[in-house]
């Protein structure tokens, strides 16, 4: 069983930036793939980032977001910057074994952290 902890959501006009976190537990962090998504009001739940060594991005958020991730502290960060009111949602952290894209490949997920983008 792996626990995830996210927190560094919050309200940010747009332009600006914030940095999520999600702390895992579990003994074999280094092994994860770690993925975060996000789902806005009445839409579906859809692929932002994830990383193991390499990262893969979604196009909405290429060259805007950078996933990192510290083994040491068993925790991935997300990195947001140049927001804008298209990526208000709650951002969700998950684990994986492949990375991929699909929800599906992912079996933990996290609470959610909301991000609130204003104009």
């Known amino acids: 069983q792996v626990q995830l902890v996210e927190s560094g959501g919050g309200l940010v006009q747009a332009g600006g930036s914030l940095r999520l976190s999600c702390a895992a537990s579990?003994?074999?962090?280094?092994?994860?793939?770690m993925g975060w998504f996000r789902q806005a009001p009445g839409k579906e739940r859809e692929f932002v980032a994830a990383i193991r060594g390499d990262a893969i991005y979604s196009d909405s958020v290429k060259g805007r977001f950078t996933i990192s991730r510290d083994n040491a502290k068993k925790t991935v960060y997300l990195q947001m910057n140049s927001l804008n009111p298209e990526d208000t949602a709650v951002y969700y952290c998950?684990?994986?074994?492949?990375?991929?894209?699909?929800?599906?490949?992912?079996?933990?997920w996290g609470q959610g952290t909301q991000v609130t983008v204003s104009s």
């Open positions: 998950a684990v994986g074994i492949l990375l991929s894209t699909s929800s599906q490949q992912y079996n933990y």
């Open positions: 579990g003994r074999t962090f280094i092994t994860y793939v």
